[in-house]
């Protein structure tokens, strides 16, 4: 009996033993819950300000934090808005991506997603057409595959997918220092395990202190580029290479399967890099494969002597020899055109778009500003070679009305892109380079410190870029001087950048509704935009009802 008794006591011991530290466990979740503690929150969110009746979801500007957990800033995506019920006529698409896909170094207006958008909604009349970029510069495929439960609880009807450029440096990447390792099981398992607030609470607490720790006075201000590096030198087919390929291919097939499962259809692109003009970051003598810098040398002389495609070659040979890995190798596009084939997804062409429109096909400055972001002609062919991937792969209609589809020229032609967009843009580039991984800057070259604008346009933008007004008031300040130039019709681009990166908020087009109009084009734009808030459901219908008297007054002066 003793011995009977002594199990029993025993197995009390262990049960309580087990059961004190979960009991402990759940009483902190359920406590932390009860206070609304949540550091990585939902991916969807409602938008602050919003005016239309708590209508609309946004992308929470804050998600990043999930992925840089010790960062005091972090990057955020972009500002767009989509409707919580998804319309009876609604095609709901989401974008999946790093910086290129949010349109940096650029303000929201020269995202593709924007021009892509306007193009489905032309091609579509009948069609509420929404397309939701959730590109976040420095991330990796790990974040797409974090979103893509989330999204998927959304109802897409499609998803678009440029990514791949980092998964070395970006987070969770193989040489990040934004980092867990490089067990791709223990990455995906503590991003399933963030869900819980006692794991949020933990972090946030070790990383506390980390910071406080190694916290300093005299730290030099960097670029988010430049605290990404860890590993400064990895060598073309090295241990850490592989991995991060392996990895990339695995996070792949993951985000292709839920989408597949879901029965959401899928369009990804290949990826493209400035490969001409920029040399390599580090050269590495490994002795298996020749330094990137000699070899960098070697297709600079074959371009020289005008043999073009054995040019080409080097020049992307020099780029997949990279040490600093920014850019993403050759192999990362056959691993993109591997694993699509085995789910039958679709890919788009892109390096055939960019080489096509490049000096004898090779990709240079003349679409991209630095390593690999496009320039504002770049993103432009992103979102031709996007808009007609979907025609071709028979995306929202097996049947596309070609008499609505207007040419790529007339949208080339009509988008908001402004001077001002254009200055913003390359200030951030003189930024960025500025620090390393650049090579130190000479006297001659521009930098922030010395840079001295050429025109009003750069004079308002470097303003913007010190944060001594919003990137609303820089349009309105650029249009107002413009107006005075009697230029009216760069006047008037500027305010359709503004509805153009800010869709979604009413004080865009205000400035545009209020201007001074001249002529039946300006009206017929205005009535446009009237439409597009009215069918966005963001203004009270007292003030819609206003802006359009206020219009149809401006425009009977006009005729008088």
């Known amino acids: ?52 009746n708590g209508a609309y979801l946004t992308i929470n500007p804050s998600i990043a934090r999930r992925y840089f957990p010790q960062q005091g800033f972090v990057p955020q995506p972009p500002n767009d808005l989509f409707r919580k019920q998804k319309p009876g006529n609604g095609y709901r698409i989401f974008v999946l991506g790093e910086s290129t896909t949010g349109g940096w170094p650029y303000p929201e207006n020269v995202m593709f997603s924007r021009l892509l ?31 893509m439960g989330e999204i998927l609880r959304q109802k897409p009807d499609a998803i678009l997918i440029y990514a791949g450029h980092n998964e070395f440096y970006g987070a969770l990447g193989a040489a990040s220092t934004q980092s867990l390792g490089q067990s791709r099981w223990l990455i995906t398992s503590y991003l399933h395990l963030l869900q819980l607030r006692t794991v949020q609470f933990i972090r946030n607490g070790v990383n506390e202190f980390a910071r406080r720790l190694h916290a300093t006075s ?20 090295s241990p850490t290479y592989q991995l991060a390929k392996a990895n990339y291919a695995a996070n792949l097939r993951d985000i292709l399967q839920a989408a597949n499962g879901a029965g959401v259809p899928v369009l990804i692109s290949e990826l493209v890099s400035n490969i001409r003009d920029h040399k390599p970051f580090v050269s590495v003598d490994d002795g298996k494969n020749p330094p990137a810098d000699i070899v960098y040398a070697q297709a600079q002389v074959l371009e020289q002597a005008q043999q073009f495609d054995q040019a080409k070659a080097a020049y992307t040979r020099a780029k997949d020899l990279d040490g600093m ?38 990709i240079g400055a003349s679409l991209m500003l630095e390593h690999l972001h496009p320039n504002t002609d770049g993103y432009l062919l992103m979102s031709e070679a996007f808009f007609d991937a979907m025609q071709q792969h028979k995306f929202i209609s097996a049947n596309w009305d070609t008499s609505k589809i207007l040419s790529a020229a007339s949208y080339r032609q009509s988008w908001p892109v402004t001077g001002f967009d254009r200055a913003f843009g390359e200030l951030r580039i003189i930024s960025l380079t500025d620090h390393a991984p650049y090579p130190p800057k000479s006297p001659g070259q521009p930098s ?14 470097f303003k913007q870029f010190k944060g001594e007004f919003s990137y609303l008031g820089g349009h309105v ?43 039946p084009g ?10 597009q808030l009215e069918r966005l ?24």
Request: aromatic content about 12%; cysteine-free; overall charge negative.
């Open 448 to 461: 922030i410190d010395n840079f001295q604008p050429r025109n009003k346009a750069e004079e308002l933008a």
């Open 218 to 237: 005299d730290q030099k201000p960097t670029t988010l580029m430049e605290r990404m590096i860890g590993d400064k030198s990895i060598p073309y087919g």
């Open 1 to 52: 009996m003793s011995k009977i008794i002594s199990s029993r006591r025993l197995y009390l011991f262990f049960a309580l033993a087990f059961s004190i530290p979960l009991l402990f466990f759940i009483l902190l979740e359920t406590g932390l819950r009860v206070a609304g503690y949540d550091d990585t929150q939902q991916l969807f969110i409602a938008p602050t300000g919003d005016t239309a």
């Open 325 to 362: 890995r920014f850019r993403a190798p050759e192999e990362f596009n056959a691993v993109i055109h591997k694993v699509a084939t085995e789910f039958n997804v679709p890919v788009v062409p892109m390096k055939s778009y960019f080489e096509k429109e490049s000096p004898h096909g090779i």
């Open 117 to 147: 958008e306007q193009r489905l909604a032309d091609a579509f009349p009948g069609k509420y057409v929404e397309v939701v970029n959730t590109g976040i510069a420095a991330v990796s495929s790990y974040t797409l595959l974090d979103f």
């Open 477 to 519: 300040k650029m249009a107002e001087y413009l107006e005075a130039e009697g230029k009216h019709e760069l006047a008037l681009r500027e305010y359709y950048a503004l509805i153009s990166a800010m869709p979604y908020s009413i004080e865009s087009y205000l400035p545009a509704l209020n201007a001074r109009k001249v002529t």
């Open 522 to 531: 300006d009206f017929e734009a205005a009535h446009r935009y009237l439409r």
């Open 537 to 560: 459901d963001i203004a009270e219908p007292g003030k819609l009802a206003a802006l359009q008297r206020v219009l149809e007054q401006q425009e009977k002066s006009a005729k008088n």
